[in-house]
């Protein structure tokens, strides 16, 4: 009898580890957050991390987090957020699509994510669930029907994956032969 091999990995676990590694390309030094927008066919449409507007002199702009030194010399003042950055570079429509996001959303985001009409929020972490950004962005979610929900990655799917690449750099180094 034979039986139908299963893929290792769910699409959620996929887009959610692209989005994973769409953060580790972000410069913050202290919040690195990535996002990928996926459509009704497991199609990924775009992704996004935070950083600087693009094509910006970026050596011109601090990474400094501190307010008191005005928003003119901080990040926020031109740190665009990796979920807008998804939508902003989005290369068609993304109305029904799901969002992938390793942070939960804060409220100007969910603002363009509510306005674009995306379907689902899938988030890794809700670190700042009692922050009101947070808070508002979900009151935004719910007014305008957006499904959110937390996922996780498992150590054990890391692991198998580190084994998986190890496996292809290893037939890259040695043509398949031990
Ligand atoms: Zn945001």
Redesign the pocket.
Known sequence: MTTTPKAPISWDEYFMLQAMMASFRSKDPSTKVGSVLVDENNHQISMGYNGFIAGIDESQIPWTKDLEQGLVNTKYGYVV????NAILHSPRAIEGSRCYVTLF??N???KLIASKKVKEVVYLSDKHQDKEHTIVAKKIFDLSGINYRSMTVTPNLLEELQGHLKALLHDVQFGGKL
């Open positions: 957020h990796a979920e807008a959303p804060c100007e985001c969910a």
